[in-house]
């Protein structure tokens, strides 16, 4: 079972609000990603890190921002949310080329 | 640009029946291809991971098979039971971009008692 938690799971808050959306893996795992994913519909990559002090934007466009300050933690930032951002939003981790991606349980982000 | 298609988009079969998902891909320079498991409302459980140099991965009555030369992957469950039903994702990743992953958007599966 993999070893990667996100908080919080759900939360509703007001337009303009900063968040916060916490991913946290104790694998050791090098790689780490962040996915969208709106209802019924396919996950996007909004970004990513290849390790310490690397972060990269991912294929779908995101107005949130990311930091990879330990090898354990990959928070993802909305300075101003807006209702567009509702959505859940899911955390991911691997180590080294080509193996098992591992996910988090996801966070639910409504933006009212 | 890689694009991943899931069908049926929808299925619904007995219990104790044998089913098969499909999955395609348009650009076969792949690195490897994953079958998740999605619960609603939760994250992905990763099922089988089959590199591009592999034809076949099985665990349990789950067994993926890859056709890399013409972009296809199915997965085949056994005896499915009410607990197999959830939505099925499969994902590709490239030589190109190392461990991103597309996704398909899924067969959502029902195995009604």
């Known amino acids: 079972e993999a070893d990667i938690y996100q908080t919080p799971r759900y939360l509703v808050i007001g337009t303009g609000k900063k968040i916060t959306l916490e991913c946290s893996q104790t694998?050791?795992?090098?790689?780490m990603y962040w996915y969208q994913q709106d209802p019924g519909m396919e996950l996007h990559l909004i970004h990513y890190?290849?390790?310490?002090?690397?972060?990269e934007k991912g294929d779908l466009s995101s107005e949130s921002t990311v930091s990879r300050i330990r090898t354990e933690h990959f928070p993802l930032t909305l300075e101003s949310a807006r209702p567009s951002h509702t959505s859940q939003y899911l955390c991911?981790?691997?180590?080294?080329?080509?193996?098992?991606?591992?996910f988090g349980e996801g966070s639910w982000l409504t933006v009212v | 640009k890689q694009e991943v298609t899931q069908i049926p988009a929808a299925l619904s079969v007995p219990e104790g029946e044998n089913l098969v998902l499909n999955c395609s891909f348009t650009?076969?320079?792949?690195?490897?291809l994953q079958w998740f498991r999605q619960d609603p409302g939760k994250g992905l459980t990763s099922l089988l991971l089959?590199?591009?140099?592999?034809r076949e991965q099985t665990s349990g009555r789950l067994n993926a098979s890859l056709d890399k030369s013409s972009g296809r992957s199915t997965l085949y469950i056994a005896a499915s039971q009410p607990g197999d039903s959830a939505t099925y994702l499969c994902?590709?990743?490239?030589?190109?971009?190392?461990?991103?992953?597309?996704f398909g958007t899924g067969t959502r599966l029902a195995v009604r008692p």
């Open positions: 991911a981790s691997s180590v080294g080329s080509g193996n098992t991606i591992y």
């Open positions: 694998m050791g795992h090098d790689k």
């Open positions: 890190s290849y390790g310490v002090n690397s972060t």
């Open positions: 650009d076969s320079a792949i690195y490897n």
């Open positions: 089959i590199q591009s140099s592999q």
């Open positions: 994902a590709v990743s490239e030589k190109s971009s190392g461990d991103k992953l597309t």
